[in-house]
Structure formats: structure tokens, C-alpha cells
């Protein structure tokens, strides 16, 4: 599985600790985001995650900011993006089962490290369950 990855200066550490997991566990990653603390701009590192998802370079795509929201925002202004914010593992679950996400936002001021690596893996491991869920996905994207 490809997994594409950006952050920003709230999330060096979280990327790391999850990058590790995931090549762990052999899935490919490439990786946009910054590795210091030194204050980005996180649109810069979200709009290539959400290009490699939307073209099919990715299955998968991970952001991390501060509080999740603006990375998020800026990835689901893409087409073919379901971008979701999570800060449990629980939401995880219900952004893949209900909503089909293929983005997960982690808020990096708001979840600690091994929190965001098990939304990760709960993310990833949480099939879409379609059914009365795929109308309602199918009316997200604006035409």
C-alpha cells in the first residue's frame, strides 16, 4: 500500500512516529512534510498529499497540523478527496466505515504521539462499509 504524508511544524515528531510504523509494516510512503519546528505554511505540505491521492499515486493520505482543521480544509478543496479530522480512534473507524475518508488529519496539539500512530493504524485497517453510506458519499463532491 502507498501512503502519502505532509505536515506541518506542529507534527515533525508525530510524522516520524508514524512513518516508522507504517514502513514497519511495509507500506511505501512518501513524505512532504517539514522535519523542524520552525513555522510553515501547511498548505504547501497538504496540497501534494492530496494531488497523490486524487491521481492515484497514493491509497492513502495522512496531514498533520496544529489543531488538524486547516490541513484539512485545504486537502478536501481537491477533487476525489474525503478528508476527515480525527483525533480518536473511534472517529477513525467511523470516517472510514461511514465516509469512506482516504485522508486522515491529525491534530498534532491535541492528541499525543501514540494516540495519532493508533488512529493511523485503525484508519488504514477500517474497511469502508458502503451500503445506505455510499448515497450519501456519492453527494459529497460538489458538481
Known sequence: MK?????DHAGPD?????VAML????????NYGTDTEASVD?????????????EGRADFGIVICGSGNGIAMTV???????AGLCWTKEIAV??????DANIVSIPARFTSIPQAVEIV??????????GRHQNRVNKIACQ
Not at 23 to 30: H, L, M, R
Not at 121 to 130: N, V
Request: aromatic share 12%; no cysteine; glycine share 6%.
Open 3 to 7: 501512503i502519502s504524508i505532509g505536515n
Open 14 to 18: 508525530y510524522k516520524k512516529a508514524i
Open 23 to 30: 514502513e514497519a509494516k511495509g507500506y511505501e510512503v512518501t
Open 42 to 54: 501547511y498548505p504547501d505540505f497538504a496540497h501534494p498529499v492530496a494531488e497523490d491521492v486524487s
Open 76 to 82: 478536501n478543496k481537491h477533487a476525489k478527496i474525503r
Open 94 to 99: 467511523l470516517t472510514r466505515l461511514h465516509n
Open 121 to 130: 493504524e485503525t484508519f488504514l485497517s477500517t474497511e469502508f462499509e458502503g
